[in-house]
Each structure stands twice: as C-alpha cells, then as structure tokens.
C-alpha cells in the first residue's frame, strides 16, 4: 500500500473517531445540567403533545430521537445502569462523556486507540478495588443508613421536598417483600405501584394488601364492601359461549327464542351457583378479549347471591394478586373449588377525587408483596413521584446485593482521581499518561455539583482536592451549605454499587466506541 494511501486510511479513521466522539459527547452534554439536588430539570414535549417534566437521565434519554449511532450507545449506556442499579444514569452519561473528552486528548498527542482502551479498563478495574476499601459495610436491620442512601437519590428529584415521606415508604416497601437475613436481590415486581390522580404526593401510601384502580361493578346493585372475604380468581367468563367460527342461527318463531333465552339464563345460573356454591363472596374476574367476562344477567344473579365482583384484572396482574391473596385462578366452573380461595378481613371500594378504586386488606396466608399507592396532584407530578420512588427503591435494592455504603457529594470520584493520579506516577510509558488523563477525567462529578449548585467549581474542586490530599476522604461537597463538609455527617450516602457500576460501565461503553474505526452502511 503506497503511503498516500496508508495516510487517506489513516485521516478516515481520525475523522470517524472523532465524529462518534463528538456525537457521543454531546448526548452527556444534554444532561449534564439535570445533575445533583441543584440539578434543573428537563421538560419535554413529544409530538402527539405528551409533557413529561424529569431530572432523570435515564427517562430524559429515552425520550431523545437520537439518530448517530455512537449517541444511541449513550442512551443504552444509561439504561443499562438503569437495569444495573436503578440510580446513577446522570452520573454514568457525564462521565462517560468526561471520559471521551480525555479520549480525544490522548489521540491527538498521537496515542494508539488499543493502548487508551486497555489503559482505561486497568483503571477501571482498580477504581472499584479503591471504591470497595473507602465503602463503609451496613446491615439490612440499620434503618437510620437505608433511609439516608433514599433520602439522597429524592434529594436530587422534582419530588424531593416529600423525601421525608417517600424514603421510609420505599424502605418499608422493600424489607417486606423480602427476609433481610438470606435475601441477595430483590424482585421489584414484587412491589406494586399503583397511580391515583388527587391529593399530594404525601398523601401517598403503603397498602400491606392489595389495590386495584378498578371500581366494583354494581350494575346490578351487588355488594361494595365485603368483611371476612373469601376471594376467588377466575379466568373464564360469565357470559354465554360463542362457536369457534362464524356461525348465524335462523329463528322463525317466538317459541325458539323463549327456549334460547331460557337456556343461556339457566347456563349463567348455574354458573353462579357454582361459584357461590364454593363458598366465595368475592369474584376477580380476568379480562377477556374474545367475548364479554360479564353479561348484566350474570351481574344480576351475583348481585341477588351477595357475591361482590371486580371485572377486568389484566392478564398480567394474575401472577401477583394471586401470590398476594394465596389464591389460585381458577380456568373453569368446575376447578372453582373452597381450597383455591384466598381470605382477607376486608374488601372494600374506597371513594377518591379521581374515581373509585379497591382495597382488599388484612390478608391471611399472605405472599410477600406490598402495594404502594402513589398520589399527585396533576399527571405529570404524579408521573415523577412515581419514577423518582422506583429510583428509591432501586437504591434500596443495591443494599440487598451489596452491603455496602460511600459517601456521596462527589467524595468518591474525587478520592478516585487523586489515588488513580498516584497510581499513574508509579506506571511506565504511555499508559501512565492514560491513567493520569482517566484520573482527571473524573472530576467531572464534584466539577458539575458545584456548576449546578451555583457555587464556584474552580475553587470548590481545589479545596476538595486539598482535603483528600490531608486524608479526609469522605469530604464532599454539600451543596445546600455552598461549603465542603464531612459528607458522612451529613448523611449524604448511596450504594457502593450504584458508583461501581457507573465507572465500570461508563468505562466499557467508553473502550467500545475507541474501538470503533469505521461506519459501514448497509441497505
């Protein structure tokens, strides 16, 4: 190959690196302003007119119509911390951003993209060593650190004036779903959320029971409150049956009709008196889709037999109301039987300002699983309390996987830079250069806290460089006070793993597109 060549092949692939970096960064640049408590929040408008209100990375990101590729990389980025911790996805995107911004240094001193990408994952891995020996263990039973780690992920959200309520709720939510002594992941879908428009988002509350946003059919005038319930989950329906194809039935006299009618009033009867015959008071009925579940005739006898009914429960809630209640669905008349009912001292259709909706407590033989009943005062702020309390309890999660708090305030990240610093001057050739540029790169966090916070960055990132360098390493930056503080005292915390994750995945994604040295369309 002639060295014209060689250099035109050599141009391509600084141009395509630094067109993906450039994309990639300003997808971080996008949020950058949406980090810490003092972060601003983003509103965004879709085009059928849809306004979502957030600060959350993850759910900003989503929502972007990003073309480039490498920028889609970012969106993923922050939606597999997402999955990873559930918290973080501001913090992971900017310093995956801060990270491409030191990339593209090192590649214009004419550094090799191999050497950075290795020289990156080194420093990856020996931040988490570095991370693991500044992290503080904790017990599930040390309520006063759970409520701090959720209090600090509310803190930065649209909603935070309400953490005092949210963060023992999300709190409570998670400890009863689980048995803290064995438990080493927690099934969020365990937990269900239940939107309710009306009220404030205080007005939220914790149900050791179940919720439905149904209201009771009472077409028929049946029963709205049930005490000492025996609950039956069916999935057939109470109405008559249809052919499998399409079928016309020719009727050429009043006889045929009566006879017809007479018939489908006997076969709805007799379906009621079987299920009142299992001795239930309480029907859940699953949606159907092929026919109706309910006819008014069968809502009559059920009404006339004292049987209190809730019409519509998705296919998709079946799984929980069932481990919730300890009943078993039953698919036909005849698997109805006393044994798959499930007991509750209290079934009740509870009036609200949006409607009506069910609450079904004081269940016997119950399954670990809560339900939280979010309320708000409009849609989109009933939409953040939801998002932001999912965030709560990802946090609370990441303590079930791993034991273990840090400080937060930009403490780790800036005890990370000056070790990995060090680090770096005990390295030889290029890759110490790599180290330093990684070291650096992650003063992004403490650097964007205080731009946010409206304090001076310049000043407070040195003042926190000089007491970590003293060896105060849980020095943070408290953003309401505009000082440096012990963050510890503060009781500004999160999950070792939701930092862990952040730098390790920022890192991949990071080596991934350094990796990249041409696009390829295909048709």
Request: charged fraction near 25%; hydrophobic fraction near 40%.
């Amino acid at each position: 190959m002639s060295n014209e060549a060689k250099s035109s092949k050599s141009e391509k692939e600084k141009d395509v690196r630094h067109s993906n970096i450039q994309a990639a960064r300003g997808v971080a640049d996008a949020i950058r302003t949406s980090l810490g408590p003092k972060g601003m929040d983003k509103m965004i408008v879709s085009p059928s007119g849809d306004v979502i209100i957030t600060n959350d990375g993850a759910t900003i990101l989503k929502q972007l119509e990003v073309v480039h590729p490498c920028a889609k990389m970012l969106v993923d980025l922050a939606h597999a911390q997402d999955i990873a911790s559930g918290d973080g996805t501001t913090t992971v995107t900017i310093v995956a951003g801060a990270l491409l911004g030191a990339v593209q240094k090192l590649l214009n001193r004419g550094i090799h993209p191999t050497i950075i990408s290795e020289s990156f994952l080194k420093a990856a891995s020996k931040s988490e060593e570095i991370l693991q020996s500044m992290s503080v263990p904790l017990e599930l039973n040390d309520r006063e650190s759970l409520l701090n780690s959720a209090t600090t992920s509310l803190n930065s959200k649209v909603v935070s004036q309400h953490s005092s309520s949210l963060s023992p709720l999300a709190v409570d939510a998670v400890l009863k779903v689980i048995d803290p002594k064995v438990a080493t992941d927690v099934d969020l879908r365990d937990i269900k959320i239940v939107k309710k428009l009306g009220g404030t988002v205080e007005d939220t509350e914790l149900v050791d029971g179940l919720v439905f946003e149904h209201k009771v059919s009472q077409a028929a005038g049946g029963p709205s409150r049930v005490e000492k319930a025996k609950i039956a989950l069916i999935q057939f329906c109470l109405s008559p049956p249809k052919p499998n194809m399409e079928a016309n039935v020719i009727i050429n006299d009043y006889t045929a009709m009566d006879r017809i009618l007479r018939e489908e009033r006997q076969y709805l009867l007799d379906l009621c008196k079987q299920i009142k015959k299992s001795g239930c008071n309480v029907v859940l009925i699953q949606k159907s889709i092929l026919r109706d579940a309910v006819t008014e005739l069968s809502l009559h006898f059920l009404a006339k037999l004292k049987i209190m009914v809730v019409k519509d429960i998705e296919r998709d809630e079946i799984e929980f109301v069932s481990k919730t209640l300890g009943c078993i669905p039953a698919a036909s008349p005849e698997q109805l039987t006393a044994d798959k009912l499930g007991s509750a001292d209290l079934v009740e259709e509870v009036s609200t300002s949006d409607g009506k909706l069910i609450k079904i407590t004081g269940v016997a033989n119950k399954g670990r699983t809560v339900s939280v009943l979010v309320r708000g005062s409009n849609r989109l702020v009933l939409d953040e309390a939801d998002r932001s309390l999912h965030d709560a309890l990802c946090v609370i999660r990441c303590l079930v996987k791993k034991r273990y708090l840090c400080a937060g305030g930009g403490a780790p990240e800036i005890e990370l830079s000056q070790q990995l610093g060090a680090w770096a001057k005990t390295m030889t050739g290029l890759e110490s250069y790599c180290v330093a540029a990684y070291a650096e790169a992650l003063e992004v966090i403490p650097y964007t806290l205080a731009e946010n916070a409206g304090l001076h960055p310049i000043e407070i990132v040195t003042e926190l460089r000089n007491r970590h360098a003293k060896g105060e390493r849980t020095s943070g930056i408290n953003v309401r006070k505009g000082t440096i503080t012990n963050i510890l005292e503060e009781n500004v915390v999160q999950p070792l793993l939701v930092t862990q994750s952040a730098i390790r995945l920022a890192t991949e994604t990071v080596a991934m597109i350094l990796k990249i040295d041409d696009i390829v369309m295909v048709r």
